[in-house]
T-cell receptor, first 114, second 115 residues
């Protein structure tokens, strides 16, 4: 089955700096890669996703890049703000199935210092 | 839509007691997922249903865990008997992959403490 590795496990940055979180996956059939943000006391929430026919996607301060050959994808947050502090999860899925199962990485605790 | 609804939000019980967690998925979603989250093991997929049918329960840790989905709007996760190591936050999520919506919408979670 799919295995997703996520690094780093913790990341501390100053407000205004950029943050990068990286993930690798094992199943070359995976074609859907979402990123979730989990705030304290809440469930994970989708912030951005990318499909395998796209190399990069951007939404305001958040961008995701995908390298299918190397089987890795990354989340980039620019101009970080204290409210970006949360746990971030990457995930992978063989979106061609009808079930929508996701395999999650281990999570990255991001702390943005004012 | 109110989103995925889970109850109770918090549950404290004693070892050996039966625990039942409840989930109402988003209306129209036909896939439902139960996850367990702990500091040590992260976010673990326990079981998932599609069109009310269990598809993969390989993540269910032991026979003490069972899940049902009697209809499209309700699912339960039961632990009997509960043990202290079952203490965790349990999330329910739903999606509609058959309609091309692969995003999983998570509920607020149930924080379970087994004493």
């Amino acid at each position: 089955g799919e295995n997703v590795e996520q690094h780093p496990s913790t990341l501390s940055v100053q407000e205004g700096d950029s943050a990068v979180i990286k993930c690798t996956y094992s199943d070359s059939a995976s074609n859907y890669f979402p990123w979730y943000k989990q705030e304290l006391g809440k469930g994970p929430q989708l912030i951005i996703d990318i499909r395998s026919n796209v190399g990069e996607k951007k939404d305001q301060r958040i961008a995701v890049t995908l390298n299918k050959t190397a089987k890795h994808f990354s989340l980039h947050i620019t101009e970080t703000q204290p409210e970006d502090s949360a746990v971030y999860f990457c995930a992978a899925s063989t979106g061609g199935t009808s079930y929508g199962k996701l395999t999650f990485g281990q999570g990255t605790i991001l702390t943005v210092h004012p | 839509d109110a989103g995925v609804i889970q109850s109770p939000r918090h549950e404290v019980t004693e070892m050996g007691q039966e625990v039942t967690l409840r989930c109402k998925p988003i209306s129209g979603h036909n896939s439902l997922f139960w996850y367990r989250q702990t500091m040590m093991r992260g976010l673990e997929l326990l079981i998932y249903f599609n069109n009310n049918v269990p598809i993969d329960d390989s993540g269910m840790p032991e026979d003490r865990f069972s899940a049902k989905m009697p209809n499209a709007s309700f699912s339960t996760l039961k632990i009997q008997p509960s043990e202290p190591r079952d203490s965790a936050v349990y999330f329910c999520a739903s999606s509609s992959p058959g309609l091309g919506v692969h995003e999983q919408f998570f509920g607020p979670g149930t924080r379970l403490t087994v004493l």
